[in-house]
């Protein structure tokens, strides 16, 4: 039905930048929030940064100042730019959207595949 797909991951040195993109397609009404959380290796899915739709966000204090999360409402899309990346930023990145996919019914949350970001030191 709705399927949310993620780009622009890979491997990159420390002080570096990289840029994600989910696109989100399908059967859509409406999106409300979205946003971007990540895992590392044996650590728990955490949340690094939601914007809703009117564009209001927070972040993770690990990466407030450093990591910039956008979107364009009329392409189903969220961004994720991430600069000065650390080691520790290193772990799989998953988009996350609130979608509604009909007149009546509520928003329910969708994620997609995942993808791998890289820091090395």
């Known amino acids: 039905q709705v399927q949310l797909v993620e780009s622009g991951g890979g491997l990159v040195q420390a002080g570096g930048s990289l840029r994600l993109s989910c696109a989100a397609s399908?059967?859509?009404?409406?999106?409300?929030?979205m946003g971007w959380y990540r895992q590392a290796p044996g650590k728990q899915r955490e949340l690094v940064a939601r914007?809703?739709?009117?564009?209001?966000?927070n972040y993770a204090d690990s990466v407030k100042g450093r990591f910039t999360i956008s979107r364009d409402n009329a392409k189903n899309t969220v961004y994720l730019q991430m600069n000065s990346l650390k080691p520790e930023d290193t772990a799989v990145y998953y988009c996350?959207?609130?979608?509604?996919?009909?007149?009546?019914?509520?928003?329910?949350?969708?994620w997609g595949q995942g993808t791998q970001v890289t820091v090395s030191s």
């Open positions: 914007i809703t739709r009117g564009g209001s966000t």
């Open positions: 399908g059967r859509i009404f409406s999106i409300a929030a």
């Open positions: 996350n959207a609130d979608v509604t996919v009909t007149l009546v019914s509520g928003p329910v949350p969708y």
